[in-house]
């Protein structure tokens, strides 16, 4: 039997509503229910919406929150509670100095010399009390999240076997850590915080039994030269999209070298475009949701084809 993956990985609050609009569409064209997912990955804004999904929501009430048509008051309060547009002032407090001496690419080794964020987490905690069961865990067998330790330069993905005991709402909130903005999680002490600061989507860390066909939804990732506009665009693909890239793609050779068949859905121009250069701009939310809504279908179906996969139906 094929065993499918999940994954989705980070990107803020614009990232977030794009994601939603690729996976409409994937399900849409595969004609399935992402939460009959055998695994299901996510990474800080990716590990919001996999506790969702995880949870039960299905890819409509996501849209529906996305779009200020959802009914559900769990998902009226989380959307409702999305962080500012900008951080309170960090505390300047390094967690791992020596992270700068690392060349494991993407941004792992800034992490560690980043202030300690004086966000808010109550939100996301309060999503995962809202869905988690009685233990404290996600009702989904297969719902990992993934965080980034500074001091070990290691990436844990809580809810895979061996990983540090957490509940959903720690899980969570250290997955969605972003060093200087939300303050990382301690777990049996050790500091974790937002998995994105090592790798947008941690495909790799997918064991080669775990499932055959990975669908990657990466928002903070795209093909060389692909960005939003301006000034502003430039600064992002040079300091963050280019290295999430990067290392997404030695990560999708990996998984595709282990024998997975691997489908990445990236933004094009014409997302990038709608979506514009700051990820965590909260009012420019519903507008991105409606240019991705409009333009993410053809992301998906780019990156279908070009895995050779069918357009319609998964099974």
Same mark, same amino acid.
């Given at each position: 039997?094929?065993?499918?993956?999940?994954?989705?990985?980070?990107?803020?609050?614009?990232?977030?509503?794009?994601?939603?609009?690729?996976?409409?569409?994937?399900?849409?064209?595969?004609?399935?229910?992402?939460?009959? &997912? +055998?695994?299901?990955? %996510?990474?800080?804004?990716?590990? $919001?919406?996999?506790?969702?999904?995880?949870? *039960?929501?299905?890819?409509?009430?996501? /849209?529906?929150?996305?779009?200020?048509?959802?009914?559900?008051?769990?998902?009226?309060?989380?959307?409702?509670?999305?962080?500012?547009?900008?951080? @309170?002032? !960090?505390? !300047?407090?390094?967690? &791992?100095?020596?992270?700068?001496?690392?060349?494991?690419? %993407?941004?792992?080794? =800034?992490?560690?010399?980043?202030?300690?964020?004086?966000?808010?987490?109550?939100?996301?905690?309060?999503?995962?009390?809202? /869905?988690?069961?009685?233990?404290?865990?996600?009702?989904?067998?297969?719902?990992?999240?993934?965080?980034? +330790? @500074?001091?070990? +330069?290691?990436?844990?993905? =809580?809810?895979? !076997?061996?990983?540090?005991?957490?509940?959903?709402?720690?899980?969570?909130?250290?997955?969605?850590?972003? !060093?200087?903005?939300?303050?990382?999680?301690?777990?049996?002490?050790?500091? =974790?915080?937002? *998995?994105?600061?090592?790798?947008?989507?941690? /495909?790799?860390?997918?064991? #080669?039994?775990?499932?055959?066909?990975?669908?990657?939804?990466?928002?903070?990732?795209?093909? @060389?030269?692909?960005?939003?506009? *301006?000034?502003?665009?430039?600064? $992002?693909?040079?300091?963050?999209?280019?290295?999430?890239?990067?290392?997404?793609?030695?990560?999708? +050779?990996?998984?595709?070298?282990?024998?997975?068949?691997?489908?990445?859905?990236?933004?094009? #121009?014409?997302?990038?475009?709608?979506?514009?250069?700051?990820?965590?701009?909260?009012?420019?939310?519903?507008?991105?949701?409606?240019?991705?809504? &409009?333009?993410?279908?053809?992301?998906?179906?780019?990156?279908?084809?070009?895995?050779?996969?069918?357009?319609?139906?998964?099974?």
């Amino acid at each position: 039997m094929t065993r499918r993956a999940l994954v989705i990985g980070c990107g803020g609050t614009i990232g977030g509503a794009w994601a939603v609009a690729a996976l409409a569409a994937l399900a849409d064209h595969l004609d399935w229910d992402p939460r009959e &997912a +055998d695994l299901l990955q %996510g990474t800080s804004a990716g590990a $919001e919406l996999v506790t969702l999904l995880a949870g *039960g929501y299905g890819v409509g009430d996501l /849209v529906a929150m996305h779009t200020g048509r959802a009914e559900d008051p769990v998902l009226r309060r989380h959307i409702a509670a999305t962080p500012a547009s900008l951080p @309170p002032i !960090p505390v !300047p407090l390094p967690l &791992a100095p020596g992270s700068l001496l690392r060349n494991r690419g %993407g941004h792992s080794r =800034f992490t560690g010399v980043a202030p300690r964020g004086r966000g808010d987490a109550t939100w996301l905690q309060q999503l995962a009390d809202s /869905v988690a069961g009685a233990d404290g865990r996600l009702p989904h067998p297969g719902a990992r999240l993934v965080a980034y +330790d @500074p001091r070990r +330069d290691e990436r844990v993905v =809580f809810g895979a !076997p061996g990983a540090p005991e957490a509940t959903a709402g720690e899980a969570l909130r250290a997955s969605w850590a972003v !060093p200087g903005w939300m303050p990382p999680v301690r777990l049996e002490g050790r500091d =974790f915080v937002d *998995g994105g600061a090592a790798s947008t989507a941690s /495909v790799d860390l997918i064991g #080669p039994g775990a499932a055959h066909e990975i669908y990657v939804i990466a928002p903070m990732a795209s093909a @060389p030269g692909v960005r939003a506009p *301006g000034l502003g665009g430039r600064a $992002e693909q040079k300091l963050l999209r280019n290295p999430m890239s990067a290392v997404l793609r030695r990560e999708t +050779d990996t998984a595709r070298a282990a024998g997975h068949t691997v489908v990445t859905i990236m933004p094009g #121009p014409t997302d990038m475009r709608g979506l514009g250069w700051n990820f965590m701009n909260r009012r420019h939310r519903r507008a991105a949701i409606d240019s991705a809504g &409009a333009h993410a279908p053809a992301a998906v179906l780019r990156a279908l084809h070009s895995a050779g996969s069918p357009p319609h139906r998964i099974g």
